[in-house]
C-alpha cells in the first residue's frame, strides 16, 4: 500500500525558534501533497496545498510567511513554522493521494511551543 | 466553499450495539470519502463513494451515498471496543487546478464495554 512518512512525530521548542516537519511518500510519487492542521478534538483544518516544482496555494487566513512550504521533489515536502508561538502549538498531517490507496496521511507531527 | 455537515459529533455506544454516522451536504457532492482516525493516531481510509445510491460494505461497515448525491452515511453492526475512534467524512474538491480534500467535523464514537 502507499505509504507517507512524517517526521518529526514530537517536537518541543522554543518560542521564537523554527520547525521544520518532513512528509516522505515513500513508494509513490506524488506532485502534490497536503498539509493540515488539527487542535484537540477538532476537524482536519486545510492549510495549504503543496505542489512539486511550484509555490504552495495556501487556504483563506493561513500566513504564507509563517508556515513555509517547499516541494523540492516528486517525494519530499517540508513544513517550515517559522518563529513559532505558543499559539502554534497543534498536531500537523501531511497527506498525499495514491492512485489505488487514495489519500494517504502521515502520522502526525504534534508541536509543542514553550 | 464546500462544507459537508455531519452528525452527531458524539455517540456513546454498548458494545454490540449498532452506530450510525451521516454527513450531509447543501449541494450535489461528486463524491465522498469516509475516514477513521484512532486517539492519537492519524487519519486511515476507509473507503471512497462516487455513485449514485451507492453502497458499499467492509465487514461490519456499510457506507451509503444518497440517491441525491447530497448525503452519505457510515454504519457500524454490532460495535466491538476496537471501533473506537473519531470517522470523517471529506469531499474531494477541485480547486485551482488540484484537488483538496475538505474534512467534517467527525463524529467520535466511544464503545463501552
Known amino acids: 500500500g502507499a505509504v507517507v512518512s512524517q517526521h518529526p512525530s514530537r517536537v518541543i521548542c522554543k518560542s521564537g525558534t523554527s520547525v521544520k516537519i518532513e512528509c516522505r511518500s515513500l513508494?509513490?510519487?506524488?506532485?502534490?501533497m497536503f498539509w493540515y492542521r488539527q487542535f484537540p478534538k477538532q476537524s482536519l483544518m486545510l492549510m495549504a496545498t503543496?505542489?512539486?516544482?511550484?509555490?504552495?496555494?495556501?487556504e483563506q487566513g493561513v500566513e504564507k510567511d509563517k508556515f513555509l512550504i517547499n516541494h523540492a521533489s516528486l517525494t519530499l515536502s517540508t513544513l517550515t513554522v517559522t518563529s513559532a508561538h505558543p499559539e502554534d502549538s497543534s498536531f500537523y498531517i501531511c497527506?498525499?493521494?495514491?492512485?489505488?490507496?487514495?489519500?494517504?496521511f502521515g502520522s502526525g507531527t504534534r508541536l509543542t511551543v514553550v | 466553499g464546500q462544507q459537508v455537515m455531519q452528525i452527531p459529533q458524539y455517540q456513546h455506544v454498548q458494545e454490540g450495539e449498532d452506530f450510525t454516522t451521516y454527513c450531509n451536504s447543501s449541494t450535489t457532492l461528486s463524491n465522498i470519502q469516509w475516514y477513521k482516525q484512532r486517539p492519537g493516531g492519524h487519519p486511515v481510509f476507509l473507503i471512497q463513494l462516487v455513485k449514485s445510491g451507492e453502497v458499499k460494505k467492509q465487514k461490519r461497515l456499510t457506507f451509503q451515498f444518497g440517491e441525491a448525491k447530497k448525503n452519505s452515511s457510515l454504519h457500524i453492526t454490532a460495535t466491538q471496543t476496537t471501533d473506537v475512534g473519531t470517522y470523517f467524512c471529506a469531499v474531494i474538491m477541485n480547486s485551482g487546478g488540484y484537488q483538496k480534500v475538505t474534512f467534517g467535523i467527525g463524529t467520535k464514537l466511544q464503545v463501552i464495554p
Open positions: 513508494d509513490f510519487q506524488a506532485t502534490t
Open positions: 503543496s505542489n512539486e516544482g511550484s509555490k504552495a496555494t495556501y
Open positions: 497527506s498525499a493521494r495514491e492512485t489505488n490507496y487514495g489519500y494517504t
